[in-house]
């Protein structure tokens, strides 16, 4: 079996980033670290380069669709899941369109978000 996966957790909510870090498969992933605005996921991606990232995308200094361009800038093949509770088909179609994979609406439980990761890498080669 490989090794875990590495993942950034990128959201404004201290409660939803320990939601995620509790919530995801261990087995697949291993959280590296997590940043509460665009600004310091951008520096934080930089520094521990992850292979998943899950991205919020009402945030302050920079949001999350900016920085899913600027992370897909640095490294096209990164993976990201876009959990947001912004469930308007226009902002996850903008989302897709900077580079995400995927997108997971708020509120979400454990299954969902499993469920979400694990699709977000068994559709593509990470």
């Known amino acids: 079996m490989s090794a875990p996966l590495k993942m950034l957790i990128v959201d404004d909510s201290n409660v939803i980033r320990r939601k995620i870090d509790r919530g995801h498969d261990r087995s697949l992933f291993t959280v590296v670290g997590s940043a509460n605005n665009g600004a310091d996921a951008v520096a934080k991606f930089?520094?521990?380069d992850p292979d998943v990232?899950?991205?919020d995308i009402t945030m302050p200094n920079m949001d999350g669709i900016?920085?899913?361009g600027r992370l897909m800038e640095i490294k096209p093949q990164?993976?990201?899941l876009v959990i947001s509770a912004l469930s308007d088909k226009a902002t996850g179609i903008e989302a897709?369109?900077?580079g995400a994979q995927g997108f997971?609406?708020?509120p979400f439980?454990?299954?969902k978000l499993s469920n979400a990761l694990k699709e977000l890498v068994e559709n593509s080669h990470v």
């Open 104 to 106: 997971l609406c708020k």
């Open 66 to 68: 900016e920085c899913i």
């Open 78 to 80: 990164a993976k990201i």
């Open 46 to 48: 930089k520094e521990l």
């Open 53 to 55: 990232v899950t991205m």
């Open 109 to 111: 439980d454990d299954e």
């Open 96 to 98: 897709l369109e900077r």
